[in-house]
């Protein structure tokens, strides 16, 4: 399990959010399996430029959203069910549409128009 992640200082999103990012996205992947170990907060850290408060927050979080696990002695662990980081993202989508709503209203798009817009914006080669 590689302890790179792919950060960015430029981005408006906080190191500590883009690392909880990317580590959730590795373990729904299937990248880093249930109960496979995450690297030490210090390896992480340093292994990505950041410090270890920055990574120590991500992994608080992590856990708290039931993504990783820690046992004393053992460090962080990927939690055996993903179930319950489904839905943490589901929540976080959730969000997403209640702000994406709110901002449809305020430029006064009905909800064809903003189904529209969702369309054009598909990513190629999505299924759906």
């Known amino acids: 399990m590689s302890a790179q992640l792919f ?29 496979s170990a995450l690297p030490s907060i210090r390896e992480l850290a340093a292994a990505n430029g950041v410090s270890v408060i920055t990574v120590k927050r991500a992994y608080l979080e992590l856990e708290h959203a039931g993504v990783i696990v820690t046992r004393h002695g053992k460090g962080s662990l ?43 914006r598909q990513p190629e080669g999505d299924p759906s």
């Open 7 to 35: 950060l960015s200082t430029a981005s408006a999103t906080p190191m500590y959010r883009q690392i909880v990012d990317q580590v959730t996205a590795k373990v729904l992947a299937g990248d880093w399996p249930p109960g």
């Open 78 to 120: 990927v939690a055996e069910s993903t179930d319950s980081t489904r839905a943490h993202l589901r929540n976080e989508l959730l969000g997403q549409i209640d702000a994406l709503w709110a901002t449809a209203g305020r430029l006064g798009c009905t909800a064809q128009e903003l189904q529209q817009l969702i369309t054009e």
